[in-house]
């Protein structure tokens, strides 16, 4: 079992930053593809970005595209999610997830494995 849990998330005003972590414990993450997906006021959960365990090719919505940065650190079992230039609507319940596979499954909620969540308020 892996066990994941987000962390950095909170309030900051449009144009700022926050970096986002999720910390996998239970077993090395190394060969797991990594995802972060989030949730905004009533709406449906959408993909923001993912990396995968090796090479460490990344991918990105196009609404994020140029600002978040997704990387990964084998030593810290843990990946990151570098938010810059965020907007009100980059509002959202950011979740990390993991799947037992090279590349992150598609779809939005058919993964192995699940954070909690960590709030991002983004106020304009």
């Known amino acids: 079992q892996v066990q994941l849990v987000e962390s950095g998330g909170g309030l900051v005003q449009a144009g700022g930053s926050l970096r986002l972590s999720c910390a996998a414990s239970?077993?090395?993450?190394?060969?797991?593809?990594m995802g972060w997906f989030r949730q905004g006021p009533g709406k449906e959960r959408e993909f923001v970005a993912s990396?995968?365990?090796?090479?460490?090719?990344?991918y990105y919505a196009d609404s994020v595209k140029g600002r978040f940065t997704i990387s990964r650190d084998y030593a810290k079992n843990t990946v990151y999610l570098q938010m810059n230039s965020l907007k009100a609507e980059d509002t959202a319940v950011y979740y990390c997830?993991?799947?037992?596979?090279?590349?992150?499954?598609?779809?939005?909620?058919?993964?192995?494995?699940w954070g909690q969540g960590t709030q991002v308020t983004v106020s304009s």
């Open positions: 239970g077993r090395t993450v190394s060969d797991y593809a």
């Open positions: 990396i995968n365990y090796s090479p460490r090719s990344t």
């Open positions: 997830a993991a799947d037992q596979s090279f590349l992150l499954k598609p779809g939005v909620n058919d993964h192995d494995y």
